[in-house]
């Protein structure tokens, strides 16, 4: 929504030469008005400004708070900006360079800077968003202008919005320099109007007969818990009621002069303007400082899988070299994995391995904060938020390669599906929440009074709050109703805050400090092997348990042949020598 400022007072651009000429240029502004008034009438119609606030100088205290910026344009080769503020109100100038964000057309500022203002000396402030460069000089992406005197003149108060609630303490307390009593007497008797009547004990209220019909407006009970709160949120409400600009973000565009015209993207702020009174006491600044993450640690304990497609053959012998794989969204460059257990000849597998994933959450926001650089060649990371989601992969390990890829499984943590007592009873069921709540062509429907969209959670739970959970968890190729099951997985899923995780140190897989839980080897059948690294398993178990008949005759088969071949050699010298021994004479 757009506001007119100019209702009291207007800015006229002032020219000097011809237009259309080279010599034609603006050389400046004149803030005034002009209006045609009849006199000859009975009651004449009162003076054109008699709400002005007509002076020669005030000081003020000029507070801009710079939120963040919206679809800048790119000032960098790779399509990215280093984007940082640099504000200027008359002759003072601050620039906020070493507070750049890299890489990032969408930054969050969270910057707030005040200054002593002089009006109308110090009327326009300027505001310019640049592009942070190592070698050279810096770019302008886009800068705004804004006329402070406007703000200030205009019936409106655009000086400081009017907040949603009055409130004496938290981060939304009330900062602006009035009380809503007194903003709403002032008004009543700027514009002719009786004074407002309050009701001095509950329910509290304010009565006034130009608004609400003449009806008493009433706060809402948990706004009215003392007197004070009761008068100055009647005293708000009745104030939203009427045309004065309430607290929002304001969004700019911003616009390079180099390139008029051509939109540089969005900046969302808003300012507030105070007189400077020494005698009333300063309002304290609101903190829009970047919301710190918290650290967090994802622990993951794979006990077992079981049900998983032999997708592979040895010597015409169905099996599966079973590994699981595993990663939060946003972090796949960090994703580790389980041992593997070779030569699954059933679909079970057995790991007892813990898995570490430390993340940054933001409760606020209920986002993960990412930070890494998107190329060698970067000097700065670059910060992402993604939703809190672990991802699980059973894959068929392969000695060179990635292997073959089996099924996988996607848990939100905020809504993490409950897993089954038992392996018989993680079915579909137990991802039929979270698949119809993420699917975009659901059915919805909605709450009559709220007009939220009502969805059935009976089958999910928040991770953050429950903290721990174990179980079964199906497994699927693909999207769950579409794909066959790739099996189920038997796990523990722990969540501790940074504090939590000094108090109780674990190490990856079974390493120490092995605790919370303690995890023993895995107790895995003796067909599980390497065959490089056990070669006299594999002759056992792959060769001989498999081919012993073949080899069993083979071998007499082998034997029969010698003995065969060394009769063959032998016997006819012996038996010419025995016979020419008997048959021939002795001399």
């Known amino acids: ?25 603006t050389c400046g502004t004149w803030k005034g008005n ?14 054109p400004w008699e709400h002005v606030n007509f002076y020669k100088e005030v000081e003020v205290i000029v507070r801009v708070y710079c939120v963040r ?47 002593n203002a002089v009006l109308p000396h110090d009327n326009e402030l300027l505001v310019r968003v640049w592009d942070w460069d190592f070698i050279g000089g810096d770019d302008l992406i886009g800068e705004t202008k804004i006329d402070i005197e406007d703000r200030y003149l205009t019936n409106l108060r655009a000086t400081c919005g009017l907040q949603r609630t009055y409130l004496t303490e938290g981060p939304n307390k009330w900062r602006d320099f009035d009380l809503p009593s007194k903003i709403l007497a002032d008004w009543c008797t700027k514009n002719g109007w009786e004074d407002p009547k309050y009701n001095d004990a509950p329910p509290y209220g ?25 008068k100055e949120n009647s005293a708000l409400m009745a104030l939203h009621q009427l045309p004065l600009i309430k607290e929002h973000c304001e969004t700019r565009r911003l616009e390079n002069p180099l390139q008029p015209g051509m939109d540089q993207g969005n900046l969302q702020m808003w300012i507030d303007i105070f007189p400077k009174q020494p005698e009333v006491e300063t309002k304290p600044i609101v903190n829009i400082a970047v919301r710190i993450p918290k650290p967090f640690e994802l622990r993951c304990v794979i006990y ?25 969204v946003g972090l796949e460059h960090k994703k580790q994995k ?43 990371k670059t910060e992402t938020k993604v939703d809190p989601i672990f991802v699980l992969q059973i894959w068929d390990n392969a000695l060179f390669g990635p292997g073959k890829y089996i099924g996988s499984v996607q848990l939100p943590l905020l809504k993490f599906p409950k897993p089954a007592k038992s392996q018989y009873g993680a079915t579909i069921d137990t991802l039929w929440t979270i698949a119809k709540q993420y699917n975009p062509f659901r059915t919805r429907t909605y709450d009559a009074e709220t007009g939220k969209e009502v969805i059935e959670d009976s089958g999910t739970e928040n991770l953050f709050e429950v903290k721990n959970v174990k179980g079964w968890l199906p497994v699927w190729t693909g999207d769950p109703f579409d794909s066959p099951s790739a099996g189920r997985i038997e796990l523990e899923v722990d969540l501790l805050t940074g504090a939590e995780v000094e108090e109780k140190p674990a190490g990856k897989g079974q390493k120490e400090p092995n605790q919370f839980p303690k995890l023993d080897k895995p107790n895995r059948p003796a067909t599980s092997f390497n065959w490089l690294t056990s070669p006299w398993k594999a002759f056992k178990f792959i060769i001989w348990g498999r081919f012993k008949w073949y080899i069993i005759f083979f071998l007499v088969l082998v034997i029969f042949i010698l003995w065969l071949a060394l009769f063959i050699y032998y016997f006819p010298p012996a038996a010419t020598e025995r016979l020419t021994r008997e048959f021939l004479p002795t001399f």
């Open 1 to 25: 929504k757009q506001f007119d400022l100019e209702d009291n007072v207007k800015n006229f651009t002032l020219t000097r030469g011809k237009r259309g000429t080279p010599k034609y240029q």
């Open 338 to 380: 389980t041992d593997v257990h070779y030569r699954s000849l059933s679909g079970e597998g057995n790991f007892n391995w813990r898995l570490l994933f430390p993340f940054d959450y933001l409760p606020a926001e209920k986002k993960n904060v990412v930070r890494k650089k998107t190329s060698f060649f970067s000097m700065d």
């Open 304 to 328: 077992n899988c079981v049900d998983v497609p032999l997708v592979s053959t040895q010597l015409g012998l169905p099996m599966v070299d079973l590994v699981i794989k595993g990663w939060m």
């Open 206 to 230: 304010v009565t006034l007969s130009r608004l609400n019909k003449g009806r008493r407006i009433k706060p809402r009970p948990e706004d009215a818990d003392t007197p004070e709160k009761g």
């Open 69 to 115: 910026g919206i679809a800048l344009a790119a000032a960098d080769a790779d399509g990215k900006s280093d984007p940082y503020i640099q504000i200027q109100l008359g002759d003072k100038k601050f620039s906020d360079r070493e507070n750049y964000v890299p890489k990032n057309l969408n930054p969050t500022f969270g910057r707030v800077f005040e200054f």
């Open 34 to 47: 002009i209006r045609v008034v009849r006199t000859d009438i009975v009651d004449p119609i009162p003076p």
